[in-house]
């Protein structure tokens, strides 16, 4: 006897807790461009043997298909974290949340235990519109039907339009080096950075953390992380001078425009939690490869100064010349706190004049960085906008991290899946222009003191939620495998898309009126329906209008 249940991608299976079960899948909309997911959860009955059954998946010419395996991986949190009512768990427990390649003529038939297969309907630009059928079926290997369900989806004649507005979530490119053990910047390094770069421009980034040197992210003081840094330097003792070479950097630019990139943000250009110390930046001095900066390097001191009163120039001629300018960002320091406002003022005076007409950003959450002109384009926690919506801050961006636990949107392996995706429409509700994570790929211990395997340690070694450090896996080949996490996340900013495009089409009081009709309060990023319902019925609506208005 086998179960088998179609269920919508917010939907998390557990190993022991049958699903609900969900009415035809009238929810199933895409915009031609996009891609849209929903789940087959199965489960063979207690008493049969293990076994293996054949996945079949009858779906039109007109998109592609793409089946994966949800797997369960170890997830905690623990108990300095404070939680609500809306977590599926609080305990130590296996979470699905890798998505795996899979034969489909091997489905794993497990008694008693529900498994669930994330299936993509890729939708191409050239789709024809309609309604189109798909089914799911489950054979045995000798042709027996196990278990078989029907939905269909709906393709409007209208294109998903780009991502308005910058998204990043910070690339670690030490990571891939330290976990499949590559030089850094070999040959086999730049091929693993490319496939993971590929990853996330496919998946709803266009914004990458570029190495100028090593970024002084998560490193605990007096430590260092892998060296990581696209500008070589040498240092010309005679006059203090020093010369720089871009090649590295150039091969990157070109890298991140090959797979997509638009936007680029330089490293930050001083140490984390308040802009103290210089980063580690690497050189050749008298003849030898060493560090030049670092910790017991004063921000602010004559030294580094006068390094970036001379590489900044350098840079930016560069940036301009590959004609990407326009399209960079520059930070000081990471999360300063406000009794470290003098050292942030400080050190953002040293560079302000080399960087003239450049955006200057930093994840901050005292409203008086804003202010106090210290930050023009602030980017607060999800729990921290009000005083920065309040004060009208007019380039606003967001953030969330391991922080952000209670009743706001973010992606813990224990959060149901319509807090990742309710992201997109409060975006769009609150008209933020940018947003940041900060771990696409960190697969470190907190501080980064020594590197983790992400199968099986997932949250920096009991330091943050299981979820917040990554959203792709190392697979084999160099290649990263997805997160449902990555997956709803990537929802959430179609549904951003989709909203900014029925603004175009009926106006932004119709799109806001559409956001919280029929709510007794209007959402905002502590307030919103916990359910999956009012996500996946929005966006149906969202797309019927824009159905009717581009007609």
Not at 32 to 40: D, K, L, N, R
Not at 201 to 224: A, F, K, Q, S, Y
Not at 525 to 532: A, I, K, L, R, V
Request: with cysteine; glycine share 6%; charged share 20%.
């Amino acid at each position: 006897m086998l179960e088998l249940r179609l269920l919508s991608s917010l939907a998390k299976v557990f190993p022991r807790s049958a699903p609900a079960q969900r009415p035809e899948a009238s929810w199933l909309s895409a915009l031609q461009g996009e891609t849209i997911s929903f789940q087959a959860a199965y489960k063979q009955g207690e008493q049969a043997r293990r076994a293996w059954a054949n996945l079949e998946i009858i779906s039109p010419k007109e998109v592609d298909v793409q089946v994966r395996r949800t797997r369960y991986i170890p997830g905690y949190i623990s108990t300095n974290f404070r939680t609500d009512d809306s977590y599926l768990k609080t305990e130590d427990s296996l979470y699905p949340d890798l998505l795996e390649p899979i034969d489909t003529k091997y489905l794993p038939l497990v008694p008693g235990t529900w498994q669930s297969m994330w299936i993509d309907i890729i939708v191409p630009a050239t789709a024809s519109p309609g309604r189109y059928p798909i089914s799911v079926t489950i054979k045995s290997p000798c042709g027996e039907v196990l278990g078989s369900g029907e939905t269909s989806f709906e393709v409007l004649p209208v294109m998903l339009p780009p991502l308005s507005i910058p998204r990043t979530m910070w690339f670690h490119t030490d990571c891939l080096a330290e976990y499949y053990n590559v030089e850094v910047f070999s040959e086999k390094h730049w091929e693993i950075v490319e496939n993971f770069v590929a990853c996330a421009v496919n998946h709803g980034m266009n914004t990458i953390l570029t190495p100028i040197h090593t970024p002084p992210l998560d490193t605990e003081i007096g430590r260092e992380r892998l060296t990581t840094q696209l500008i070589d330097v040498t240092f010309i003792a005679d006059g203090a001078t020093y010369e720089f070479g871009f090649e590295k950097l150039e091969r990157w630019v070109n890298m991140c425009r090959r797979v997509g990139v638009e936007y680029y943000e330089m490293a930050h250009l001083f140490t984390q939690w308040g802009a103290k110390f210089a980063p580690k930046i690497m050189g050749t001095k008298d003849g030898k490869y060493t560090r030049l900066f670092g910790w017991d390097t004063s921000a602010t001191g004559p030294g580094y100064t006068s390094y970036l009163q001379q590489m900044l120039p350098a840079l930016i001629a560069k940036l301009e010349a590959w004609g990407i300018a326009e399209k960079t960002f520059f930070h000081i320091s990471d999360e300063p706190v406000l009794d470290q406002l003098p050292d942030y003022m400080a050190a953002r005076k040293v560079v302000e004049p080399l960087l003239k007409g450049y955006k200057i950003m930093d994840a901050l959450s005292n409203y008086e960085f804003y202010q106090q002109g210290a930050c023009a384009t602030p980017i607060p926690a999800v729990d921290h906008l009000g005083p920065f919506l309040e004060g009208n801050a007019d380039d606003l961006w967001a953030y969330y991290c391991c922080s952000q636990s209670y009743k706001v949107p973010n992606h813990f392996f224990m959060h149901p899946s319509y807090r990742n995706r309710v992201l997109g429409v409060l975006l769009y509700k609150y008209n933020i222009k940018g947003f940041l994570h900060w771990g696409f790929n960190f697969y470190k211990s907190v501080g980064s003191v020594y590197p983790v395997d992400p199968f099986l340690v997932t949250d920096a070694d009991g330091a943050f939620p299981s979820g917040d450090a990554y959203v792709v896996y190392p697979g084999p080949e160099g290649k990263p495998l997805a997160s449902l996490r990555l997956m709803v996340a990537q929802e959430a900013f179609n549904d951003f898309r989709a909203l900014q495009l029925l603004e175009k089409l009926a106006g932004r009081e119709t799109v806001l009126g559409l956001i919280d009709e029929g709510l007794n309060t209007p959402i905002n990023f502590s307030e919103y329906p916990q359910n999956e319902e009012y996500l996946l019925n929005l966006r149906l609506r969202v797309n019927q209008l824009i159905g009717e208005l581009s007609c």
